[in-house]
Structures are given as C-alpha cells and as structure tokens.
T-cell receptor, first 115, second 117 residues
Framework: GAGVSQSPSNKVTEKGKDVELRCDPI?????LYWYRQSLGQGLEFLIY????????KSGLPSDRFSAERTGGSVSTLTIQRTQQEDSAVYLC?????????????FGPGTRLLVL | AQTVTQSQPEMSVQEAETVTLSCTYD???????LFWYKQPPSRQMILVIR??????QNATENRFSVNFQKAAKSFSLKISDSQLGDAAMYFC??????????????FGKGTHLIIQP
C-alpha cells in the first residue's frame, strides 16, 4: 500500500472487554512502532519491532497490553480487560530500518473509547 | 531519561507571516536526532524537518527551517510565508543515536498552530 494503514479507525468498547488493533506497515519496512496519544499523557512510545522481534516490552503500560508481529509485516496490539484509562488514539509507525535518523511514517491511528 | 518541552500550547499567526515554535529538550547524550512532526485533524503525523545533532548547519525544507542551539538544548521551528494548510498540531521529538531504535521517539506536548486568513 501507499502508506501505513490501521484498523479499525474508531473503536468503542465496554470496560472489561478485549480489543485488537491492527497495523499494516509500508511494504518493505522492517521496523514498526506503536505509540499512544492521550490528553493526559501526550504521545507515549509503547513498543518497537525489528522484523518479528520486540527487544524491549517495558514501554507497554501494563500486562494487559501485548503486541505481536507476524511475517515481518502486520502487527496487532491487544488490550485485555480494557479500562477507561485505556481510552486514547493508538498510532502505528514504520520505517525502512532501525536507527535514529530513519523517518518514521505514521498511520492515521485508531481512536479507542472505553465506556 | 530525556524530556522534550514545548512551552507554547497555542500560537496564532496571520497568513503569509512568519511564526516560530519553541522546543527545548534535556538529555545527557552527546549525539541524537531531533524532529518536527505536524499532525492535522486527520490525526496522521507527518515529518516536517529533521536535524542530526552532530551537524552544525541548521536544516531547511522549503518554507520550514530550524534554529538548533546544541549548547542551549533548543530546537525551534520557523515557518515562513504561513499558509492555511499549515494549521495543525506541531510536535517536537527527540531520539538518541544509541539504542538501535528500541526506544522510539520522545515527543513534546505539542503546539497548536492557528493560521488567521
């Protein structure tokens, strides 16, 4: 595809339910990033994948959050037993390779609302 | 840990005029990268300009330029000849060169730029 795509665009769920957020990076991009954007915390880095591997998961807010990437392409961020404080926009980005100056291309995000 | 501070929650400028957005950062690293991203209402973050800390020359991209003051840990963005399409949230971001990308970008809180026609 032309850019990073994310689905769903918007998600409303009830407290306690599980949700899955999907990110489809730019074809050929080996690095993939998840960020969370909320009113209170601003933009937070959550996790990074190089290929299918996530070397550091310490940025995930709690053990209810998990992420995986398969085939070096699509990534899924899963939030179990959602809480109201999980309401935010979840942004995904990809880049051609790891490394500081590589431009990260962002998707349009998934807006999650937990009622 | 590194922090990025944008002290202007909102800025307003007349169309065709020049505006400068401020950003300061705190780090103990000597080599790093700095970025300005734009986020319009569509939510998609778009890279505006980037700067390697080891380069003394300020980066320029068409109407966008930066004033990078390494000693002061300051990285301001100047937008010349402001256009209506420049209206957006602007985020300053930092990334260290070490770590191999595992720590992502550290963002400031953002500045909401309003363009008055």
């Amino acid at each position: 595809g032309a850019g990073v795509s994310q689905s769903p665009s918007n998600k409303v769920t009830e407290k306690g339910k599980d949700v899955e957020l999907r990110c489809d990076p730019i074809s050929g991009h080996t690095a993939l990033y998840w960020y969370r954007q909320s009113l209170g915390q601003g933009l937070e880095f959550l996790i990074y994948f190089q290929g299918n591997s996530a070397p550091d998961k310490s940025g995930l807010p709690s053990d209810r959050f998990s992420a995986e990437r398969t085939g070096g392409s699509v990534s899924t961020l899963t939030i179990q037993r959602t809480q109201q404080e999980d309401s935010a926009v979840y942004l995904c980005a990809s880049s051609l390779a790891q490394g500081g100056i590589e431009t990260q291309y962002f998707g349009p995000g998934t807006r999650l609302l937990v009622l | 840990a590194q922090t990025v501070t944008q002290s202007q929650p909102e800025m307003s400028v007349q169309e065709a005029e020049t505006v400068t957005l401020s950003c300061t950062y705190d780090t103990s690293e000597s080599d790093y990268y700095l970025f300005w991203y734009k986020q319009p209402p569509s939510r998609q973050m778009i890279l505006v300009i980037r700067q390697e800390a080891y380069k003394q020359q300020n980066a320029t991209e068409n109407r966008f330029s930066v004033n990078f003051q390494k000693a002061a840990k300051s990285f301001s963005l100047k937008i010349s000849d402001s256009q209506l399409g420049d209206a957006a949230m602007y985020f300053c971001a930092y990334r260290r060169t070490s770590g191999g990308g595992a720590d992502g970008l550290t963002f400031g809180k953002g500045t909401h730029l309003i363009i008055q026609p």
